[in-house]
């Protein structure tokens, strides 16, 4: 069975400074994709970043990068030059091929002024 | 471009009730896909629909049914309604049939939050 585990339910971070967001995962395929997605209060779930595991380079989208270490078998997100609009919560999803995603249970990011 | 749509935004029901939840692709996306999510949850898949059929299935009861149509929207249904069916249903469709294709990830609409009373 895949996994996807967030073990940070809420993170703060100061207006313009990084923060970090922790996934752990677990699957026995050796192909697969790894998604970051943003769900702000409008409910609607935006793709942030996304990881073929066959890449060996970290993915990076403008201000958002990932720590992507397929041995350990973590994939964390940081944010750099926090924005308010970066508040909502952040969920990390699993997929290997088909579009049966496994998402985490959320970290609810919130973005002081 | 329009997004995903979906509708109705909100609904509430009785349970034992059955409902109906729609959703209208990205223009030339032929997957679509639906998911549950609970208060405080991750989504949780329950179909996937390509060119009409049956493509996946989650671990949910036989209550939940779904169907695509021609033009590649899609319906889900829910019977016999019960307590724990309330949640947010979120609808996602994506380009090719399966995530293997760079360029189509899963796009989602703003989902229909489903109380059942």
């Known amino acids: 069975a895949q996994t996807v585990t967030q073990s940070q339910p809420e993170m703060s971070v100061q207006e313009a400074e990084t923060v970090t967001l922790s996934c752990t995962y677990d699957t026995s395929e050796s192909d697969y994709y790894l998604f970051w997605y943003k769900q702000p209060p409008s409910r609607q779930m935006i793709l942030v970043i996304r990881q073929e595991a066959y890449k060996q380079q970290n993915a990076t989208e403008n201000r958002f990068s990932v720590n992507f270490q397929k041995a350990a078998k973590s994939f964390s997100l940081k944010i750099s030059d926090s924005q308010l609009g970066d508040a909502a919560m952040y969920f990390c999803?699993?997929?290997?091929?088909?579009?049966?995603?496994?998402f985490g249970t959320g970290t609810r990011l919130k973005v002081l002024a | 471009d329009a997004g995903v749509t979906q509708s109705p935004t909100h609904l509430i029901k009785t349970r034992g009730q059955h409902v109906t939840l729609r959703c209208s692709p990205i223009?030339?996306?032929?997957?679509v896909s639906w998911y549950q999510q609970v208060l405080g949850q991750g989504p949780q898949f329950i179909f996937q629909?390509?060119?009409?059929?049956?493509?996946g299935r989650g671990n949910f009861p036989d209550r939940f049914s779904a169907r695509q149509f021609p033009n590649y929207s899609s319906e889900l249904n829910v019977n016999a309604l019960l307590l724990g069916d309330s949640a947010l249903y979120l609808c996602?469709?994506?380009?090719?049939?399966?995530?293997?294709?760079?360029?189509?990830?899963?796009?989602f609409g703003n989902g229909t939050r489903l109380t059942v009373t």
């Open positions: 629909y390509y060119e009409k059929e049956e493509r």
């Open positions: 996602a469709s994506s380009a090719g049939r399966d995530s293997s294709t760079y360029n189509s990830p899963l796009h």
């Open positions: 223009s030339g996306h032929k997957s």
């Open positions: 999803a699993l997929t290997s091929g088909t579009y049966k995603y496994i």
